[in-house]
């Protein structure tokens, strides 16, 4: 009976996963978020399979490859979470060597480890554990750092269901699978497994279906259209839209060093939400700092195009317009102008002398 349940539970969380993957696939596999979704998805639909009983010793190659699958997909998670909500995330080559370095440590231990019984197969699921619930930590570390920034209501609430709720269940599993083996206790946990699982998944994808697409997966922000927009918005919001650009354009509040969301609309008088609301849908940004960041390169583009400060060093001209260091200013420079400032400088002054 217990192994009945089991089955249906992984079979059921497995077509619904593959679902998933299948409409990701069709409609956000353009973008990093979308086709890391794809992967998580299909690698929790391995780590589904690998629930049922199926898995118990001895493993056969494809048992195995499932099993290294499903273990590399923490790197996965990790990796899904930094696109979703880091819009500035850029997925590289290298990005795949922690996922390799995981799926072939899982191989060993389940094709040569465990076979071989020359050591407690315990001993390398431990260390599998301890790396998987670090790179778990990573992605709930970074999804809380960039919390404060987010911009994006539905994005900041789905942080809670997709991270926390999927890093409490890697946590859970990471911990479960060690220490169970063999006997009618690994039945009860692997079936106790599955159905933890199967409710994540329902969860999440039930989440999915009623947070808009766009709040999700960005494919470029459109400050345009939102001041199109702006025109339909109500007194109370033109006013507050009024204000903001007033502290931004007369005071220069985004040099002041530590500013944040709150502080802002501390000084503002109006709710954090609302001028989270404001900026995002207004004035089509996705992330604070991005949006400080925006005007702190306004006003230095200014200042390394005026012939009267051809003299003044970039670093003077970062710390006045707000940054803290020349390093992130030449970063974020660089990233909306694709050039550096020092090149930037250079074709102003020939575009004066021309």
Known sequence: MLSQINLALSAGTTTLLLLQAALLFRDFRAVAAGRLAIVFALGAAAHALTTTSEFAPPLTSWHA???????????????????????????????????AAMVALSLVNCLVLVPAQTLDPRICAIAI?????????LAVSQTIASWSTDLVEERRRLRVLVVVVAAAYAAFNAFLQPFVSGGGAAGVASTVDAAVLAAVVIA???????????????????PAAAAAA??????????????LKRLMADERIYRHEGITIGTLATKLAVPEYRLRRLINQQLGHRNFNVFLNNHRIEEAKAALADPTQAEVPVITIAMDAGFQSLGPFNRAFKAITGVTPTEYRKLSETRLTA
């Open 230 to 243: 702006s025109s339909e918005q109500n007194a109370l919001d033109r006013k507050l839209l009024d204000a």
């Open 129 to 137: 554990t301890v790396v998987s619930l670090g790179f778990v930590a």
């Open 204 to 222: 999440i994808a039930y989440s999915l279906t009623r947070i808009k697409d766009e709040a999700i997966f960005a494919y470029v922000q459109r």
């Open 65 to 99: 490859a499932l099993i290294a699958v499903s273990t590399g997909n923490v790197v996965v998670f990790w990796l899904f979470a930094r696109a979703l909500f880091d819009d500035a995330f850029n997925l590289r080559p290298w990005h795949a060597a922690p996922w």
